[in-house]
């Protein structure tokens, strides 16, 4: 089975500075993060605090969820960090 995303839900975690986001594989929740450093490389004019990184995640949702796609290796881990 294939991981997917069926649920559009995002948060901020300031303490971690990373946008946060799950997919799915079969009926196992997948976490993954991805910081503020790697968002600006896809928008460089991105701006600070929570409203600008989540902006811009949307901005690039589709483009993220290939990265997490590509990072995702079935097996017992079970949050991952894109870079």
Known sequence: MKLNFPNPSR????SRHCVCFWGYDGSREIAFQIGDAAL????PQMGSGESAVLAAFDLYRERILL???DLYVRGS???FKIS
């Open 11 to 14: 948060s901020y975690d300031d």
């Open 67 to 69: 990265k997490a796609e």
């Open 40 to 43: 600006s490389s896809f928008n």
């Open 77 to 79: 881990q079970n949050i």
